[in-house]
Structures are given as C-alpha cells and as structure tokens.
C-alpha cells in the first residue's frame, strides 16, 4: 500500500499477504478493496474494468464509479481537487495498482475511468487520463520509508 507523506514524498505505508498462486486480478483486486476501504469508503469500491494487452504488457483499467453524472460535481472530482489531494489520490491508485517494488509478474500499466469513461484531460486537468506504466516509477520502498 503506497502514500504520499506531508512533504509529498513517496512511501509504502504497509503491506498485505497475498497467496502467491492467486491469478494477477485477484491480487489487484485484493488491493483495490484494501484501499477502498482505507481512503475512499464513502465511494462504491474500485473496480477493474478490463485488461487490455498491448505491446508493453498487460495494462489494466480501473473505474471510478458513483451515481453522480457530471464528473466536474463528483466526489471523486473532488478528491483530485487540490495539489495534495490530487497527488495522495493518484498515488494512492496508482503506485497501489501498479506494484513498483513487486518482483513478480505484474501489470505494466494502468490507466483511470469514471463511469466505465475515460476522463477528459484537457477538461479535468488531471494526469490519471492516461496510462501510468510501472517501469517509469520509482522503485524500493521500505515500510514508513522515502521511496528512492
């Protein structure tokens, strides 16, 4: 489980036990719900969309869901609001999502929908519209420790 800490440095505030043997959905989905239930309670759980292969690997796309219609009058609209609130709730879902200090065979990329659509960058001003991929994050993270 990752998280920004006051000064917006990087660092892993935990760890789950996830069988090994488990296919790589349900591990993400064991992380989704943990992170759910941690930070974003007040909102139906995450849901993985689909997964798409493309040439760098697997890249799997989360929705964001709620009964709002207007992403702009959202609660999740809302949590992207603000530097620190935007930055803790991108890196919550995706260095969460990603895994960056997993060995093991992991997704390559993630990409961000709001009710099973992509969200519009140029209106949101957001940077979770495109694909995030794990081999362009940072790496080595120590439990309540920068990540270098």
Not at 34 to 61: M, Y
């Amino acid at each position: 489980m990752y998280s920004l800490d006051d000064n917006e440095k990087f660092l892993l505030e935990g760890r789950l036990v996830i069988d090994e043997s488990l296919p790589i959905q349900n591990k993400l989905r064991l992380l989704l719900d943990e992170v759910s239930r941690r930070h974003f309670s007040d909102l139906p759980p995450i849901e993985i969309l689909e997964t798409l292969k493309t040439k760098d690997g697997f890249v799997v796309v989360l929705n964001l869901t709620e009964d709002e219609q207007d992403f702009f009058q959202s609660k999740w609209y809302r949590r992207f609001q603000g530097s620190t609130g935007d930055s803790q709730t991108r890196f919550r879902l995706i260095y969460t999502s990603l895994q960056p200090d997993y060995p093991g065979f992991w997704f390559a990329g993630v990409k961000v929908f709001w009710n099973g659509k992509p969200i519009d960058s140029e209106d949101a001003d957001l940077f979770i519209s495109r694909i995030t991929y794990r081999s362009k994050m940072r790496k080595n993270c120590s439990i309540g420790q920068e990540c270098r």
